[in-house]
């Protein structure tokens, strides 16, 4: 019953029907970016420790998602990447632990796995935590994947110093012959 009462609450306040939060349906309109969804309608609430407490939602959604794979594809502008609602929809949002919540770990890899997300996703990845805050341990495969994508960024970086570097010696070089 209660994962019935928290997603008609949540409902109520994605349609803006209760007067005391900022939170519209507007803001789930085609057009709107990942980012803009986030920012205007999910973290209108979720970034209110008072609203969290009420529902038993640990506090730290809108950090931990921000810092997610996801988050982050999120804060970049990047329109395919998941938001709130890829994984935990419009309005049937319900706790994690309700058997017919999206994100219930028993349908997490049929959420993940949809068309134009992640299909054919193991299901061991697909059990993969999004939402880690500080002093939570990592599962071993998104730890791996955080640090292959760390060095693979410092690797490409200093390629393009050591490739960059020495041209533009040169060229400055040459400029300076030419004066």
């Known amino acids: 019953m209660r994962s019935r009462a928290l997603s008609l609450a949540t409902a109520a ?23 803009k969804i986030f920012n205007d309608t999910c973290s209108a609430c979720h970034a209110r420790p008072e609203i969290m407490k009420k529902y038993g939602v640990p506090e730290d959604r809108t950090a931990t998602f921000i810092d997610s794979l996801h988050g982050i594809a999120v804060g970049f502008g990047y ?16 706790p994690a632990s309700d058997p017919l919540s999206r994100v219930n770990p028993a349908n997490l890899r049929a959420t993940c796995g949809r068309p134009g997300c992640h299909p054919n996703m193991p299901a061991s990845i697909a059990g993969a935590k999004i939402h880690i805050g500080p002093g939570q341990r990592t599962p071993a495969a998104l730890y791996y994947v ?14 393009t110093v050591l490739w960059f570097v020495p041209g533009f010696i040169r060229k400055t070089r040459l400029l300076k012959k030419k004066k």
């Open 13 to 35: 306040v994605l349609a803006g029907l209760i007067g005391s939060f900022d939170a519209k349906a507007e803001n789930l309109e085609a057009g709107k970016t990942p980012q």
């Open 79 to 94: 329109r395919a990447a998941a938001n709130c609602t890829s994984c935990h929809g419009i309005h049937d949002i319900r």
């Open 146 to 159: 955080q640090k292959i994508l760390i060095i693979l960024v410092a690797v490409l970086l200093g390629i």
